[in-house]
T-cell receptor
Framework: GAGVSQSPSNKVTEKGKDVELRCDPI?????LYWYRQRLGQGLEFLIY????????KSGLPSDRFSAERTGESVSTLTIQRTQQEDSAVYLC?????????????FGPGTRLTVL | KNEVEQSPQNLTAQEGEFITINCSYS?????LHWLQQHPGGGIVSLFM???GKKKHGRLIATINIQEKHSSLHITASHPRDSAVYIC?????????????FGTGTRLQVTL
């Protein structure tokens, strides 16, 4: 596809369950970012991947959150033992190269609801 | 205090009006981004700039690095411009170009 895709588009889960969110970046984009947007709040950075370098995990809110990326392709964000405060839209973005002047292309997001 | 502040938070305009959304930031930056988020939709990058002014159709973005301020202008506004407009910066500290976001300006353009 031409753009960043994410799946699922919506996920409803019960408190305490684990969830896995997927992001397919634009082909050839070496940098990949995960962001979170809680209802009524601004976007927050979670984690970023650049090629084979160690990811920048400085935005992950707790050790229940983790993410992986296979090479320069798909990334998965995993939330273990979900809590109600994890409810948010999780957005993935990719860019051609990780320098400040590269535009980030956003996916449509995954809306996570924790009951 | 947030590193990126936007004003106004909410804005209602009539079709055809000239609209200005402001963004101030408190950190040194490599670049500033203006993003558009439609209800229920994803985020689209409108502009990325590090100096001066950029224009795309009816949209104009300006930045003043010395004053740490940027504006997004919409000329001849239309109801389809109704969306949340988000200012984001790439701080020039660290190595990652992760974005720091403002809280957004919700724009409603009516007929």
């Amino acid at each position: 596809g031409a753009g960043v895709s994410q799946s699922p588009s919506n996920k409803v889960t019960e408190k305490g369950k684990d969830v896995e969110l997927r992001c397919d970046p634009i082909s050839g984009h070496t940098a990949l970012y995960w962001y979170r947007q809680r209802l009524g709040q601004g976007l927050e950075f979670l984690i970023y991947f650049q090629g084979n370098s160690a990811p920048d995990k400085s935005g992950l809110p707790s050790d229940r959150f983790s993410a992986e990326r296979t090479g320069e392709s798909v990334s998965t964000l995993t939330i273990q033992r979900t809590q109600q405060e994890d409810s948010a839209v999780y957005l993935c973005a990719s860019s051609l190269w990780d320098i400040a002047y590269n535009e980030q292309f956003f996916g449509p997001g995954t809306r996570l609801t924790v009951l | 205090k947030n590193e990126v502040e936007q004003s106004p938070q909410n804005l209602t305009a009539q079709e055809g009006e000239f609209i200005t959304i402001n963004c101030s930031y408190s950190v040194g930056i490599s670049a500033l981004h203006w993003l558009q988020q439609h209800p229920g939709g994803g985020i689209v990058s409108l502009f990325m700039l590090s100096s001066g002014k950029k224009k795309h159709g009816r949209l104009i973005a300006t930045i003043n690095i010395q004053e740490k301020h940027s504006s997004l202008h919409i000329t001849a506004s239309h109801p389809r411009d109704s969306a949340v407009y988000i200012c984001a910066v790439t701080p020039n500290t660290g190595t990652a170009s992760k974005l720091t976001f403002g809280t957004g300006t919700r724009l409603q353009v009516t007929l």
